[in-house]
């Protein structure tokens, strides 16, 4: 038992260390929001679609494509978030309030921190198959993300779905995986040094990421969380995962695959929420509050449900 909890500790610490040496970082104003905004920018659009791209260019799709998964995943998000709805609905929250609760339940961080975990604990094949589902989990958050935030303000009639649909295929991160399609079906070659700058840029995206993360807390504004902020954390870091793994054992999923489903839906909120949030009218205090809380909260829930997960040999 202590073996396999030392075994989760010892990938899922490093990773919210990354983290914290950036809210360490911040403190000490070694790094500032400039920093933040200027890395993040670089991560999303540069570094990690070099680095899903390096990842799929020569996997064999036949063995990553899993129907299974994706039904998962489709079914985890929207459940997730059609809770969180019913919930906000109970309890009457204001309409700022109320589509940043809904976001930030079911939008997860895992093209940052969960490829981190995955890469340490299951390699590159896994990270392979958890960027293609990228593919499928992005748009539904894009999609939802959107939809939270204007229902509340009866104003989904005026949204610009053109416009949305548009941002999610133009997205850099699905970009990659689309670039990479060809690449892997046809077995085109990259060249070596293409590949090899390639490398230098990927590896610096994931430990860029995370840092940029830590930076961008503001702890202080934990001491001024609502009981939204933690409710809403709660429902991300406890019950999204738990809502999956029974479905995804149902339909056969086994081994890595069910404990790459359980990181994807025990990752924290994505920074993005908060982005949305405050070009949507959202509550953005709210909106950070879940992010800081659900991040620190997740050192903890992924480290039990991994070890659960290991304990009770399901991978």
């Known amino acids: 038992m ?16 990354l983290v914290i040496i950036g809210i360490f970082l911040r403190l000490i104003k070694l790094l500032d929001e400039s920093f933040v905004k200027l890395t993040s920018n670089f991560v999303y659009k540069v570094s990690l679609p070099v680095l899903i791209f390096l990842k799929l260019h020569k996997v064999d799709f036949g063995r990553t494509f899993d129907p299974n998964m994706i039904i998962v995943i489709i079914f985890g998000i929207f459940t997730t978030a059609f809770i969180a709805y019913l919930i906000a609905k109970i309890l009457k929250m204001k309409p700022e309030d109320e589509g940043v609760f809904v976001q930030g339940a079911f939008r997860s961080n895992y093209a940052i921190v969960g490829l981190a975990i995955i890469m340490r604990m ?15 989990a992005l748009p539904l958050y894009n999609l939802f993300g959107v939809i939270s935030l204007t229902i509340p303000f009866n104003s989904i009639r005026n949204t610009d779905f053109k416009k949305l649909i548009k941002e999610i295929f133009t997205n850099p991160l699905i970009l990659a995986v689309f670039v990479s399609a060809p690449f892997s079906i046809f077995g085109v070659g990259v060249h070596p040094t293409l590949e090899t700058t390639g490398n230098y840029l990927a590896e610096i995206a994931l430990p860029l990421a995370l840092i940029g993360i830590g930076a961008s807390f503001n702890i202080s504004s934990i001491k001024s969380a609502s009981q939204f902020a933690l409710l809403s954390s709660g429902i991300k870091n406890i019950l999204s995962p738990l809502i999956v793994i029974p479905p995804a054992i149902l339909l056969g999923i086994e081994g890595n695959d069910l404990a790459i489903i359980f990181i994807i839906f025990g990752c924290p909120t994505a ?9 949507m009218r959202g509550n953005i205090k709210l909106a950070g509050n879940i992010v800081i809380i659900s991040t620190l909260g997740a050192i903890f829930s992924m480290t039990l449900g991994l070890f659960l997960l290991k304990y009770f040999k399901l991978f």
Do not use: D, R
């Open 2 to 17: 202590l073996e396999n909890f030392l075994f989760i500790l010892n990938v899922v610490l490093p990773v919210f260390l």
């Open 122 to 136: 299951f390699g590159v094949e896994a990270v392979s198959k958890a960027s293609f589902l990228l593919l499928f």
């Open 271 to 279: 920074i993005a929420s908060f982005i949305m949030a405050a070009g």
